[in-house]
């Protein structure tokens, strides 16, 4: 059974500073996403990454794809309140994606 | 575009009824996913389908729950009877399917189900 294990399950940051959060697994995957969710709303793709090593830059966001594509991770420069929400990996596996549980970042104003 | 549409967006129900939710995906998307969210167990997928067709319904916790897409603008997940442990959000998400390009998901805002 392929799993993504997201770390930190919690993070709470004032704003303006810097984060990262990871997600790991000891699978490959052919593809990894981001996806932001809101409360009360469905997931909201990010970005994918497709290619080992691969990074990406979305405004303050950069993604990283691990060599092996295996984990990612996703950092925020000078976080702001806008950015509090759930933050999903997703791998793709045989037509389909598997989540992981998400870290929930609160930035505090 | 009006993006994925889920109905309803909250229902409460008691044990021992049929609930029924829908979905109308995202006009020329082909591939259609039925996720669950939970806090314990995160998104898990349900069933999805390709051109209409279910692919793989191994996600479907049991007999309970059945899935159908009559036609490529409209899929209904159905649970019956309902148990408090049904309790969650339900969410349709749609998607091109490319095999040569991994296409993200769009997700609907999500069903509410609250089983007492």
């Known amino acids: 059974t392929q799993l993504l294990e997201q770390s930190p399950q919690f993070l709470s940051i004032q704003e303006g500073e810097n984060l990262t959060v990871y997600c790991n697994s000891s699978s490959v995957f052919s593809s990894l996403q981001w996806y932001r969710q809101e409360p009360g709303e469905g997931p909201v793709l990010l970005v994918t990454?497709?290619?080992?090593?691969e990074v990406k830059k979305l405004k303050r966001l950069t993604f990283q794809f691990g060599d092996a594509r295996k984990d990612s991770s996703l950092h925020i420069t000078a976080a702001q309140p806008g950015d509090t929400g759930l933050y999903l990996c997703a791998g793709g596996s045989q037509g389909n994606l598997i989540f992981g549980k998400g870290t929930k970042l609160s930035v505090k104003p | 575009d009006a993006g994925v549409i889920q109905s309803p967006r909250h229902e409460v129900t008691e044990m021992g009824q049929e609930v029924t939710l829908r979905c109308k995906p995202i006009?020329?998307?082909?591939?259609l996913f039925w996720y669950r969210q939970t806090m314990m167990r995160g998104l898990e997928l349900l069933i999805y389908?390709?051109?209409?067709?279910?692919?793989?319904d191994s996600g479907m916790p049991e007999d309970r729950f059945s899935a159908k897409m009559p036609n490529a603008s409209f899929s209904t997940l159905k649970i019956q009877p309902s148990e408090p442990r049904d309790s969650a959000v339900y969410f349709c998400?749609?998607?091109?399917?490319?095999?040569?390009?991994?296409?993200?998901?769009?997700f609907g805002s999500g069903t509410r189900l609250t089983v007492v």
């Open positions: 006009s020329g998307h082909n591939s």
């Open positions: 990454v497709v290619t080992g090593g």
């Open positions: 389908f390709n051109n209409n067709v279910p692919i793989d």
């Open positions: 998400a749609s998607r091109i399917r490319d095999r040569g390009r991994p296409g993200g998901y769009t």
